[in-house]
């Protein structure tokens, strides 16, 4: 059984940064795309960025790039995502997905399988 779990998530000042943390388990992903997506109350969840697990350009929404970067540690089954130049906007609860088969990870929510509990993150302005 496939398990994500979320960490790093918390409360910063803007401008401030955090890296949140992916944990992934159950099975072998190097075929799989991973994603970060955030929800802010009362808004549909998002896109923020995605990368493949094995090899293969990173993606990032146009609202997060030059400030996020999605990386991965493949020994040990995590993926990161540092968050630099935080805004009020970017609070929200963010979760990591998997995408099983993926060329390139996908922006669309459906196209994830696998999805962790989430963890908060809030910019004070």
């Known amino acids: 059984q496939v398990q994500l779990v979320e960490s790093g998530g918390g409360l910063v000042q803007a401008g401030g940064s955090l890296r949140l943390s992916c944990a992934a388990s159950?099975?072998?992903?190097?075929?799989?795309?991973m994603g970060w997506f955030r929800q802010a109350p009362g808004k549909e969840r998002e896109f923020v960025a995605g990368?493949?697990?094995?090899?293969?350009?990173?993606y990032y929404a146009d609202s997060v790039k030059g400030r996020f970067t999605i990386s991965r540690a493949n020994a040990k089954n995590t993926v990161f995502l540092q968050m630099n130049s935080l805004k009020p906007e970017d609070t929200a609860v963010y979760y990591c997905?998997?995408?099983?088969?993926?060329?390139?990870?996908?922006?669309?929510?459906?196209?994830?399988?696998?999805w962790g509990q989430g963890t908060q993150v809030t910019v004070s302005s």
């Open positions: 997905a998997a995408a099983p088969g993926r060329v390139a990870p996908p922006s669309e929510l459906d196209e994830y399988d696998y």
């Open positions: 159950g099975r072998t992903f190097s075929s799989y795309a």
């Open positions: 990368i493949r697990w094995i090899s293969g350009p990173t």
